[in-house]
């Protein structure tokens, strides 16, 4: 059965990377949509997204990575940095949640789609940043409310000291 999500972008993922992708993605056990576009991972309670853009997805990065908390990371194209950190444990983070998004970050549960790469977006094609082979785990989405907080902490920071 196909699953379908609507899509306004004219290009399309060729047919053999598209199946070897979704066959990989459903070995994990996620949920994925198939799309003229490419795939998309469809959230639930086991695995959710943090969208993040700007100055504070590097901070962000650098704060996982210093902590060895880094999980899959995919990277959106466009004018700005984005990127979708995958992570689990959405059930029992509300305060995490709302504090992340607080600080202006994007959280996607519920059955919310998530490119996944190789998915063709306005600007070029989904990627990943941190392919879930080269991560460790799916980190629970505390370890990103953590990170948030540490690089608006910093920013919070950086900007006092400057005036």
């Avoid at 490419?38 to 996982?64: H, K, N, P, Q």
């Avoid at 953590?146 to 910093?154: E, G, N, P, T, Y």
Wanted: aromatic share 4%; glycine share 10%.
């Amino acid at each position: 059965m196909e699953n379908t999500v609507r899509t306004t972008f004219p290009t399309t993922t060729t047919g053999a990377g598209k199946g070897a992708a979704a066959q990989e993605y459903a070995a994990r056990g996620w949920t994925v949509a198939e799309t003229a576009n490419g795939l998309c991972l469809i959230t639930d309670e086991d695995i959710s997204a943090i969208e993040i853009s700007g100055e504070m997805a590097g901070e962000v990065r650098r704060f996982l990575r210093a902590n060895n908390l880094s999980g899959p990371v995919i990277e959106i194209p466009g004018a700005e940095r984005r990127e979708i950190h995958l992570v689990t444990g959405v059930r029992k983070a509300a305060m995490a949640i709302e504090a992340m998004r607080e600080a202006g970050v994007l959280v996607h549960t519920d059955g919310a789609s998530i490119p996944l790469p190789p998915t063709q977006l306005a600007a070029g094609s989904a990627a990943w940043g941190v392919a879930p082979g080269e991560a460790r785990w799916i980190p629970p989405v505390v370890a990103l409310g953590a990170a948030v907080r540490a690089a608006a902490s910093r920013k919070r920071t950086t900007l006092t000291v400057a005036c």
